[in-house]
Structure formats: C-alpha cells, structure tokens
C-alpha cells in the first residue's frame, strides 16, 4: 500500500524505527519538541503505508494533521503485528495485549518524556497524549485491539450487522471516532453528527478494503464476506481461487458494495458538522475510498482476481485543485 523500497514493514523496521525515535524524543529539552520529533516518525509511518491517506491529510492544518498522523501510527503497528510480523496466533495476541497494558500505563503519565522513560513504546505515547487532550473514551484503543485480536484467530461472520458489531467496530468505527474527536465539529450541538458520520465513513472504509482484500483474506484464513450472502448464492465454503466461485462471490461483492456506497452517501451528507478546516480532508477522503469502492461495484470478478487501485489521476479529480500546492511540499519533506 505505497510503501517504499527501503521499508519491508518487518518487525526489524519497527524496532530500528522504535529505538531511532526514542532517542530523537528524548534527547529534546521540552514537550513540544519532543511531540514534533515523534510525529516525523508517525508521517513517515503514514507516508509508507497509505498513498491516499496521506495525500488526503495534507489537507488538515498542521495541529490537526499531526494527531492524525500519530492515530495512524498507533493503528498500524497493532495491525502489523498480525498481519506482517513472524508470530503464531497466541504470539500475536501476547504481543497486542502488552501494548494494551503499555497503553493503560501511558495515559497515566503527564509527559511524552516520562511515559518513554517509563517503557512506553513511542507510537503509544504520541497516542496516549492525542486521548489526553481531545478527550477520546479511552476504551475505544481496547475495543480495537480487541479486533487486532479476531484477526489473529480469524472465524466468519453470519451476517453484515454481525460483521459490523463483532469487528468493524473495533477495526475502523472506533478509529473514525478518533478522528472525530481531533477534527472537531463545526458547533458543540454537532458533535453526535459528527460521530455518526465517522460511523458511517469507518464501516464504508472497511468494507471497501474488506472487498478489495478478499483473495488475499483467504490466504491469511480470514472471511469478511458474510455467510448468509455467500449461502444465498449457493457457496458454502468461499474459495476465491476457484474460478467457479467467482460469479457468485462477484454478486456478494456488488451487494456489500453497494451498502457501503450508502454508508459513503450518509456520511457525505453530515459533512457540514465537522470543523471547517478539517471538511477539506474529510471530504477528499471519501471521494478517493468511494472511487475505489466503485471500481469494485463495476468490476467485481476483475477485483477477486486483482487488488484494485485508485489511479493517481482519479484521485486528483477528486482532490481540491485550489489546494494541490500542498502536495509537493509534503513529499518534499523526509
């Protein structure tokens, strides 16, 4: 997903990425700096793992951008951790349930500088002080890594509403409500607006990259298509591989698509109740991920086949051309 070449994303990168940074924050003598040196780490995190997030951020002020960089950060190593990494199932799980406990700990700690001297991995102190300051419930980090977890014992879903309820939650409503909270709404009232949309936009990411994955999925033994849709077309055990399955499963796709097309819709119309600075992003945001979700509407066998992309000049038509200047300065940046 627009990683570099000298980024492989292995547990040998974090842990060169984890004592790099440490250093650079702790040798700072005060707390913003401290906080500017993490976030360089968390850009370059973002910068190589997702073209189209990044591209879409660039568009938030630089307070707000910083925080999102760092959320990013604090959902991608959990995600490595059992997507990328060499650990069996219960290796993941031990590992996901230490940064669970070095998240606990960080939220106690007044500084970046004392939670690092304290243990805490760098990417969950940016992440604990981001909680701290914007107020996010601290249980919505848990209820994400609790999906982490699902995904390193992965079993089917009967249903979209159980696929929902039991994992897209965790996996990407919860990370919606973080940016929420960083984002801001346009007036106080707007607030639960505001979170509905991220709602919406989570389930519709998900599902988009749920759709565009599901060959992949089934060789890492996960299932995100629900059972009763796949049943309904006469398949009982998915196998993407084999190209009898691929009309049925295609017809699933379109259908999950297609819902997922209402959720972008639903969270487009509550646009106006976030923040003004932050509408830019959000809504350059939906446009891409929508993009990519039609690809896969329109060409459902193509995308079993294929891992779809975005092209870089679809994604310009859909980006603000009046701000296109911010484009190349941030790539400028290391």
């Not at 002020?61 to 999102?68: D, F, L, N, T």
């Not at 992440?127 to 390193?152: H, I, K, Q, T, W």
Request: aromatic share 10%; with cysteine; glycine share 4%.
């Amino acid at each position: 997903m627009g990683r570099t070449t000298v980024w492989s994303g292995r547990e040998t990168d974090w842990t060169a990425l984890e004592e790099r940074t440490r250093a650079a924050m702790l040798a700072q003598t005060d707390e913003e700096a401290a906080w500017l040196a993490g976030v360089d780490s968390a850009r370059r995190v973002l910068r190589n793992y997702s073209t189209s997030f990044f591209l879409v951020t660039r568009f938030l002020p630089a307070p707000k951008r910083r925080e999102v960089e760092a959320i990013y950060a604090a959902v991608r190593y959990p995600d490595e951790v059992v997507d990328t990494f060499a650990l069996n199932p219960a290796e993941a799980i031990d590992r996901l349930e230490a940064i669970r406990s070095s998240y606990q700990s960080a939220l106690e700690y007044s500084s970046l500088r004392e939670s690092l001297r304290n243990g805490t991995p760098w990417f969950l102190a940016l992440f604990a002080r981001v909680v701290r300051e914007n107020g996010v419930p601290p249980p919505y980090y848990e209820a994400f890594l609790d999906s982490m977890a699902r995904d390193a014992r992965p079993r089917p879903f009967d249903t979209l509403d159980d696929l929902i309820d039991e994992y897209v939650y965790g996996s990407a409503i919860v990370v919606g409500y973080f940016l929420a909270y960083v984002y801001g709404p346009n007036r106080e009232g707007d607030f639960p607006r505001a979170m509905n949309a991220a709602r919406n936009l989570g389930i519709a990411l998900q599902l988009t990259n749920s759709l565009r994955d599901v060959t992949e999925d089934y060789r890492l033994g996960r299932q995100y298509l629900p059972v009763d849709m796949l049943r309904e077309e006469g398949v009982e055990h998915i196998n993407p591989l084999d190209p009898v399955q691929h009309a049925p499963i295609s017809r699933v796709l379109k259908r999950v698509a297609d819902f997922a097309e209402e959720c972008y819709e639903a969270a487009s119309q509550d646009l106006d109740a976030f923040a003004p600075d932050s509408r830019t992003a959000i809504h350059a945001c939906i446009e891409v991920y929508r993009q990519l979700n039609q690809q896969i509407a329109d060409r459902p066998e193509h995308s079993i086949k294929h891992r779809v992309h975005v092209p870089a000049s679809t994604k310009f038509r859909v980006l603000p051309g009046s701000k296109y200047w911010r484009l190349p300065l941030a790539y400028l940046r290391p």
